[in-house]
């Protein structure tokens, strides 16, 4: 976020602040309100953060993000024994906010629709997950069980295959025994099905997919060598400068329609394996 679109840090003034409340009333607590989303959930839900929710308006006004957690947890009781270091805290583009951030360096006031999304660890669970992609190539990641494990293992996959660099995030998707594996509630489902009682560990395979690729049929030539046969760069340049389809002379005869759904029908069973 710009320092041009940053809004000032300011305070909701609630009923009974000094310029409207009658004289000799109690002084009335100053809040801020932001948006709060815990990952997973469908919807974020409106959070007050409250002066009285310190000991004196100096904290608040200095109030870092870890003073919020503090406050997270006093409100949700399903964070009540959930150390603030678990917590972890991010914007709308799942951007990891620093703990120690203030709020006043936030968009949040009176018409504030800043929203923070919360992840919090679901169990002790260490879970092992062996990733595999075309050409039945393999790698493997170790995450946490926590509301964010689908988005680690999406990063993850991203991370150690060259292919998906440039694919988007959200496009990034796993299969387990030939059933998709799509969102968090996907993943969660399948946590709960295959962990032990009393284990602390879980192994599981899946299959790295992406949302939207086109088919094997419209592939070119160097989108197989490089994503099926794992050809380097320098090998695509030499097919494409060096060894150009365009100079030979053409099949005779021709490759008939079933000849070519056959080669595309092999290119998939090479890339499912």
């Given at each position: 976020?710009?320092n ?6 300011e ?26 989303l ?8 409106k959070?007050?953060?409250?002066e ?15 003073d ?9 009781p ?5 150390e ?23 968009d949040?006031?009176k018409d ?21 992609f ?10 946490k ?11 993850e ?34 946590v ?10 879980l ?71």
């Amino acid at each position: 976020m710009s320092n041009k679109d940053k809004r000032e840090f300011e305070f909701i003034e609630q009923p009974g602040s000094p310029s409207k409340r009658p004289q000799g009333s109690r002084p009335s607590s100053r809040s801020i309100k932001m948006w709060v989303l815990f990952e997973g959930d469908e919807d974020a839900e409106k959070f007050v953060f409250k002066e009285d929710d310190f000991a004196n308006m100096d904290e608040f006004s200095k109030a870092d993000l870890d003073d919020f957690k503090k406050v997270l947890r006093e409100h949700y009781p399903f964070l009540n024994s959930i150390e603030n270091k678990l917590i972890a805290l991010f914007d709308e583009s799942l951007e990891r906010l620093d703990p120690r951030t203030n709020l006043s360096s936030l968009d949040v006031g009176k018409d504030s629709d800043t929203t923070i999304i919360v992840r919090y660890p679901l169990s002790r669970l260490s879970i092992n997950v062996n990733l595999k992609f075309v050409n039945n190539r393999k790698e493997e990641c170790m995450i946490k069980h926590t509301t964010g494990s689908f988005n680690m293992l999406q990063v993850e996959a991203k991370s150690k295959f060259e292919s998906l660099a440039d694919c988007k995030l959200n496009d990034i998707y796993f299969e387990h025994q030939g059933k998709e594996i799509g969102n968090a509630y996907h993943f969660e489902h399948l946590v709960e099905k295959f962990k032990e009682e009393g284990k602390n560990e879980l192994s599981l395979d899946l299959k790295v997919r992406i949302r939207n690729r086109k088919s094997f049929g419209d592939w070119k030539l160097e989108e197989v060598l490089k994503n099926i046969y794992n050809y380097k760069s320098s090998m695509l340049e030499l097919v494409s400068d060096d060894f150009k389809l365009e100079d030979l002379h053409q099949l005779s005869p021709t490759l008939s329609d079933e000849e070519l759904n056959t080669i595309v029908e092999q290119l998939k069973v090479k890339e499912s394996v």
